[in-house]
């Protein structure tokens, strides 16, 4: 029974006519009739500032206290931004009504008692936006919601003490299933098992916290030691947090993650709205201290609860922005360190990879904290993190036979007679007290336990004979027994998932409308399924979910199909604001439907989703997009798909470190195919070939060339946005080249129509194309000698650089700092420069990173002499980048300045040898500046070597790169240049001293 009413009405309306009173009042009480109707209430009176109404009669209604106080939050929220000016107060009580559902209609009469009695004075205790329940109510939504007592009141007209409480919100749908079965069997056993758990919860509030794994078979029983021990928890004032793996985990990457960030790290309860859940997270994070821009927004488009205007991203690339999110959670968990909370994660073999890394980060980060993990799972299921020192298993063995003839005890009742069949369900059921209750349940179905039933001999030999031989076997006979609609509603579920969106259901089952309520009634009472506290929609979930994986695996695959083909039609609407979420389960559901087009086009959107959060992963659905359509007849939308994941893969594999023979396959495939499906792709997909070329050691001129292709293939003038894209590469491409003019022009055209980049290339790109190009710009000025425009332009990079948080872009900047300190032979700025790129790197941790951190060490370090430090780590520099084989297009760099330091410190044979590797390298590579910095090196340190007597060649080289110096526009070497060719005109043939400045690394 739900009362609502306007708080202060009479006040608001005091001054008003009795027809002005009701104009300002009727929009109010429509909006309470409509938040009881959305929820199955009926509403049984309007009362000029209020509504009474009746959830669970007439019309019997599973779960119907959940529903009024669902419908009671719905009011609340109604209310909050619906511009009236009114607030409102709800009150709820449970108990037997006598209704009248043909006088249910608003003009009176309908139900009568002291329920209702009761139900009207609560409301009135309610705060105004409040709801009150009484401890009868309260009763039945325990498990679902949480609330405050107001303690025990004596109401007019009731006798005794009624103890009341405020709800305050609706738990998340994940709450344990076991909570709400309400007669649950005693809790048998175990006693070992949960002394390990609870004396693993007095090391964690000691600090020490634990993890503790529970493996056992189906039905062992792990649920339900869990649930036990969380009740222990929670009658102890331990807070307790539960997800959940689905089913369907690898189908939906990152559901259990996402569900573990929204309920643990940020408590965003399922009633928030995005603005809400916005301010929540942003609340958390500034207890760590003033939380950066980007990581909001990076937390904000994760949980999908960004702003509806924000921009994308400032490209943090894929792999650094799980690399982030995974950091933030160890922060969170690290900063709780010292309140004991419980984390239970159930149901680990159908746990997806992606949030297995949130599992993992959040095992080892609870080390040293107070939070205690527990998780359970399958044997089937391979436990990644058995190396967690603060991690311990315990397998769940059988109960003993006394102990299951207990529960089938508990369950059948003490009658004599039935000794016998206890004993024969004890023995069959081997242990597992799910399979115990099942035949329980299934003998009862069978009219075995019925009072007067033949069990006789002979008949006990036929019950025995028929008892199933296992658990899967005896929920596959309860389920051949059932009629219909009961079992057709129930293969549907089972096709649905564990859990049923009854939206879904009443999709695929619209034959099925008019006895679809009794059919779900009927289930429920079998309790096959369950009604689910849920928001935004009623659903249901299997009891357990073996029922689910019998009723799915006994239906014929070809019946099968077409079902899966009606629940990805029905998802598909369902789900239409979160359709990139659940794409992926969408994807599956056609896969089974035997649709592979339409199962790839929904894979490539998961792909594209989690592509923004992890590449590996986003490659997986690329490959499986290919997967689906191998073997599929050629059809536009089949190619089109085939040629964006032969070129997703292609893109993201680079960033995943891999080399360009593992995705040249791809790019051939794709670019075979691009040229019938979108000129526009070839663009993208040369562009990708010729930057994976380069980046895995081959030749500069072979990128530019690509480009240049690329180029071609496009009218000038038009797509000027693509031409800016194309450009911003072919400006780094001319660079690697050394070709700086080129270069220059290059960045001139995409720095001017960077603006009409569209979407799609930005995502192409995977990061901030503005500071990409800007960062080039710098560099590229610097080399030209310009080196008052290269100042400003990295200046405006700096600026530009605060606001985004990839660390690539970030140390652009410094790093082109560095490069401008050599030309000024600063070594303060460089050392200044240098140190935030190691800091960035450091931070960040990856190798790429650390490739540019140790080069501007080393930089920095030769500009102000020490050679020692700089060769050694010029040399750590090289040995990452060759073992593993990040940034081999900083090779020839690293080792041309190597060689510069192996002179700056006069082991001239060592700078001969590196200098003529460098220049074999770099012609190989096309890396035209090291190659003349190499030339000018090995020149120099043979005549200090051997003084003039290698004037003829050192001459020839000191010729090659003077032709170098011309060719690349790179003026700043030309002092370097003449200083050493200068030695040449000199008398004497004396080795010189050191009288140079090394040359730039990166
Ligand atoms: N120690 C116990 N005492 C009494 N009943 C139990 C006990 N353990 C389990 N049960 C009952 O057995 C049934 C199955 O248990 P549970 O759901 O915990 O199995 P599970 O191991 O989690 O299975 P699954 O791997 O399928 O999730 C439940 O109804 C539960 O109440
Ligand atoms: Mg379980």
Redesign the pocket.
Known sequence: MLFADIVGSTEQIAELDAEQAMDRLGPALALMCESIEIFSGTVVRTMGDGVMALFGAPKALEGHALLACEAAFHMQRAFQGDGLGFRIRVGMHSGQVASDPQQADGRGGGAHGLTIHLASRVVGLAEPGGICVTESCYALLRSSCDVRFLGKHLLKGISGHTGIYALMELKAATTN??TQ?GS???????ADEMEVLKQALRLTERGQARAVG?S?????????????FIQWCSSHSIPVFEVRAQPYGHAMPLQPGLSLLRTFFFRIPPTDDAAAARARIAARLTELGTPADADLALLYDFLGVAEADSVLLPGLNPKLRHARLLSLVRELVKHDAATTCVILI??L?WLDEASEEFVATLVEAAAGTQTMVVL???PSYRLPWAQFDNFQKVE?DQ?SSS?IE??VR?LIGPRQELHEICRLVVQRSGG??????ELVRSLADGGFLAEGADLRAEALEAIERSLPPTVQAVIGARLDRLGEPEKTLLQMCAIIGKEIPLAVLEHMASPLASVIEKGLDGLCHAELILPQPAVGGRRFAF????IQ?VAYSTQLKVRRGPLHCAVALAMEVYYRDQLDEYAALIAYHYESAGQPVDAAHHSSRAAQWVGSTNAALAIKHWHKVRALLHGQARSSRADSLRVRAGGQIAVLGWREGLVLQEVQPFIDEAMALAGEVDNRLIQLLLMVEGRMLQASGGPADGYVERLLKALALMPVGADLGRAATLNAALSQAYAWAGLLPQALAANDIALRDMEKIDRLDREFIGFSIEHWVMGMRGRLLTRLGRLEEAEQCLKELLVLGQSSNDPVILQFAHFGHVDLAWCRKDPALALAHSTRVAEIAEKHEGPYLRVFALSCLALAASIGGDFETAQRTFSQALILVRNAKVAMEFETEILASLAECHRGLGRFEQALDVAREAITLSRQRCTRLPECRALITCAAAMLDTHGLASAVEARALFAEAEGLVRMTGASIYEELLAREQFRLTEPAGEPQGVNFIVGQAA
């Open positions: 299933r076991l079965q649950l069997t005693p809790f048998l056993g175990r529970i056992g078979e189906p039905g062992a029983g792990k649920s339900r030691l869990c649930h036990e159930e149901d073999h359970n799972f399958r769940l109960l102990e207990h529960l508990s597992n007290p799910f399979f115990a209750e009891r357990h979910p073996l994986e």
